[in-house]
């Protein structure tokens, strides 16, 4: 069974527009998160993190928003730009128990349509 | 070269084939990491290694056998797969010791393809 859910296979989100991408988790232990971006025949690289401590965590036009009375995590990108399109992964991890493991979402596929 | 290079980028292989996946990484780390991402699954963590030791064997089946030579090289040596090992094989390095909290920097992946 999927630990890290995004239930949303796609997105399109017009340029200048805010673009919601949306993970939800079923794993409590999870204290740690993650989003990464992936090209095509590109790597995934990283984009921002979040721990359960805090609520928000912000890097320019990226922020990402936990509620972990929810089990929910959701990356905001404001304003969206073309280049933003791109697969996005939401990746949790059980950082406390000194875990290796990031557990990925299946990701969202974003277009940017100019 | 910069960042994590991965070689080869496509590879067709038969079950009795002998291959093997090469990753270098240029970042002066000391950590890496192999990824296996099948169609329409996540990506899922095959092995970790940690200042050339591994340190993660995530249940992976032992027709596939890594290799640390040095903290810049990392292998994927692959014998008699399946085809449901078809897929893209990523290989990911960080600052040690790894987790979650150091940053990983992907390469490009081998698509891979078992007849």
């Known amino acids: 069974d999927q630990q890290v859910k995004q239930n949303s296979p796609s997105l399109s989100v017009q340029e200048g527009r805010i673009s919601i991408l949306n993970c939800d988790y079923t794993?409590?232990?999870?204290?740690?998160f993650l989003w990464y971006k992936k090209y095509p025949a590109e790597g995934p690289t990283f984009l921002i993190s979040?721990?359960?401590?805090?609520d928000k965590n912000e890097d320019g036009r990226f922020t990402v928003f936990l509620n972990k009375s929810a089990k929910h995590l959701s990356l905001h990108i404001v304003p969206s730009q073309p280049g933003d399109s791109a697969v996005y992964f939401c990746?949790?991890?059980?950082?406390?128990?000194?875990?290796?493991?990031?557990?990925f979402g299946k990701g969202t596929k974003l277009s940017v349509i100019p | 070269e910069t960042g994590v290079t991965q070689t080869p980028r496509h590879l067709v292989m038969g079950m009795t084939n002998k291959k093997s996946l090469k990753c270098e990484q240029h970042?002066?780390?000391?950590?890496m990491y192999w990824y296996k991402q099948s169609a329409k699954k996540p990506l899922e963590l095959m092995f970790v290694?940690?200042?050339?030791?591994?340190?993660e064997n995530n249940s992976v089946p032992s027709r596939f056998s890594p290799e640390c030579p040095n903290s810049s090289h990392l292998f994927l040596h692959l014998h008699t797969l399946q085809p449901e090992d078809s897929a893209l094989y990523l290989c990911?390095?960080?600052?040690?010791?790894?987790?979650?909290?150091?940053?990983?920097?992907f390469g490009p992946g081998t698509r891979l393809l078992v007849l």
């Open positions: 990911a390095s960080s600052q040690a010791p790894p987790g979650p909290r150091e940053t990983q920097y």
């Open positions: 794993n409590s232990m999870f204290d740690y």
């Open positions: 979040i721990s359960s401590i805090k």
């Open positions: 990746a949790a991890s059980d950082a406390g128990a000194g875990s290796y493991q990031l557990t």
């Open positions: 970042l002066g780390h000391n950590a």
């Open positions: 290694y940690s200042l050339e030791e591994r340190v």
